[in-house]
């Protein structure tokens, strides 16, 4: 019992250092009652990413990875302003709109490993027009909402068959993918070879 939650523990830094590899840095490993060596590599990771957050992503900057907590305010302070606005107020409505999809940006980040809800969803979730949501987020990131989603979830994967020793079906399955065989076909076509062919790190005897 007591291997098997070790074993989770390590798969939450796993977690956590893959969220830190695509810029997210607003995760943080659960903390549990242990006094170890890997309580302790906890602790020490989500100090850094906390540093990490402060220095790279200073106020007064789009942050991309900008923390969605708050996700219900910004909707709500959106449409108060909004309201409030003179005519011909396209530049704040512009900048407005931007701090809408970047928590977009950081709600996708933080949930790779689940299913990507749809643009009607989504528009609802952030209090933002369909058609506005997915424009918006196009002009930003030069991509559709579901390409980001799907190369994210993809870039995460490759790296976390680089790094760990965890089966390809299960690393499918934290990547948000139903079957294994839907993750090969995608993997397979994002880098034009399949999964099993990634090198892997030597298993420890």
Known sequence: MEREIDQQRMRNIYHMLLEMSV????YRIPRTENDDNLEGLAVLINMLAEEMKEAIFPDGYINKNHTHNHITETKEDYKALIKSLPENSDVIIRSLEARLIQNVYDYIIGHLDSPLPSLKE??????INEFKLKQSFR???????????????????????????????EI???SGFSTYANFSKSFKKKFDYAPNRVKRPAKNI
Not at 23 to 26: E, K, L, V
Request: charged content about 20%; cysteine-free.
């Open 23 to 26: 810029g997210n840095f607003t």
């Open 122 to 127: 989504l528009s609802q979730i952030f209090g």
């Open 139 to 169: 002009e930003l990131f030069r991509t559709t909402i579901y390409q980001f989603y799907n190369e994210q979830r993809l870039k995460r994967a490759h790296l976390l068959i680089e790094q760990s020793i965890l089966p390809l079906k």
């Open 172 to 174: 499918a399955y934290i």
